[in-house]
């Protein structure tokens, strides 16, 4: 688990998250549903790769995505290199 310095000194390295709930969070809005569960999906084949799965909430084309380590009881490096992840994605 991260501490509070290291929390704060990831989130300058991953753009558009913050926290919420204890969580790393963010809320992406895309043009339409079939655009957002593309998204999704493309999400998901790297979170499986790494083992490691977001929670997450879709309605039409607006996804929010909460990140942490539930094994640890907080946010960890595992959560960030997945929220690093996710943004490169969305650059793609």
């Not at 688990?1 to 991953?14: D, G, R, V």
């Not at 809320?27 to 490691?52: N, P, S, T, Y």
């Not at 946010?75 to 960030?80: N, P």
Request: aromatic share 10%.
């Amino acid at each position: 688990m991260l501490k509070e310095e290291e929390l704060a000194k990831a989130l300058k390295t991953i753009e558009g998250w913050g926290l919420k709930d204890g969580k790393l969070y963010r809320k992406l809005e895309f043009r339409d549903f079939v655009e957002c569960v593309g998204f999704m999906v493309k999400v998901a084949i790297e979170a499986e790769k790494m083992q490691h799965h977001p929670e997450w909430f879709n309605v039409y084309n607006q996804l929010e995505i909460w990140l942490v380590t539930h094994d640890l009881g907080g946010i960890s490096t595992f959560d960030v290199k997945l929220a690093q992840r996710i943004n490169e994605l969305l650059a793609e």
